[in-house]
């Protein structure tokens, strides 16, 4: 979207601005620790407005699962299985979306940390020395699409700042695994307090407890058309 291109865009602007503090300064009187330690406060203004925007889209996908919920009620109130299904597994795509963000701004928080970490035990060696730990953090904020590039050009710039030890690759891991899947959307029924036997697919996996589904179900209907919202293509986005 345009809003998600302008903030990239002004992210970038930082970072351009943070390459020109790597560079050793020789009229303005700061020291290379002193500008080594402008730059990690200026990565953590950026980790701080990205968990802000986190926050803010962690609301919206709440705001929409609650939406979806409603319609899930209305559709089995008119009997049309195939629709409260499929209605069913957004949610559950928003619940684990919901997932990672909250992953993504843990990961966030704890680069953060390490940084003000790093800040408080530099040494006159000017060297700010980060853990395996923090850039595992940051591995796992670059496998996020629209985190990816932001990332991947500040890791560079620590690494040109004598930041890093060492790199350590490990990602989200994210099931799409039907049985999963199926577990999922039956508790969303629960929730609801619809009957499972009824909305559940012939044979779908059920977690412990749960009813399994009878073998005929109502007529299906024709599945609800995309929507074109934004928001609900970026919750597609994060599911790649």
Do not use: Y
């Not at 005929?216 to 986005?237: G, T």
Request: hydrophobic content about 40%; aromatic content about 2%.
């Amino acid at each position: 979207s345009n809003s998600s291109l302008a903030r990239l865009l002004f992210l970038d602007g930082l970072l351009g601005r943070q390459r020109a503090l790597l560079i050793p300064a020789m009229g303005n009187g700061k020291s290379k620790e002193e500008t080594v330690k402008e730059k990690a406060r200026e990565w953590q203004r950026q980790i701080r407005s990205e968990n802000r925007r986190l926050d803010r889209d962690i609301q919206k996908i709440r705001q929409e699962e609650a939406k979806l919920k409603k319609e899930i009620t209305t559709m089995a109130n008119k009997g049309q299985v195939q629709s409260v299904r499929t209605l069913a597994k957004q949610v559950v795509r928003s619940k684990k979306s919901i997932t990672r963000l909250e992953r993504t701004k843990c990961s966030m928080t704890a680069v953060n940390l390490h940084l003000t970490t790093a800040i408080a035990s530099m040494s006159t060696a000017s060297s700010l020395k980060m853990s395996a730990g923090v850039m595992k953090e940051m591995n796992k904020l670059m496998n996020i699409p629209e985190l990816h590039q932001v990332m991947e050009d500040m890791r560079k710039e620590m690494a040109r700042a004598e930041i890093t030890d060492e790199i350590m690759e490990e990602g989200f891991e994210e099931s799409d695994d039907e049985v999963e899947i199926d577990g999922e959307v039956a508790k969303v029924f629960e929730e609801l307090a619809l009957d499972t036997s009824q909305f559940m697919q012939a044979g779908a996996t059920l977690p412990e407890g749960v009813a399994a589904p009878a073998a005929a179900a109502a007529p299906a209907a024709p599945e609800p058309a995309p929507v074109d919202d934004p928001l609900m293509q970026r919750l597609a986005a994060l599911q790649k």
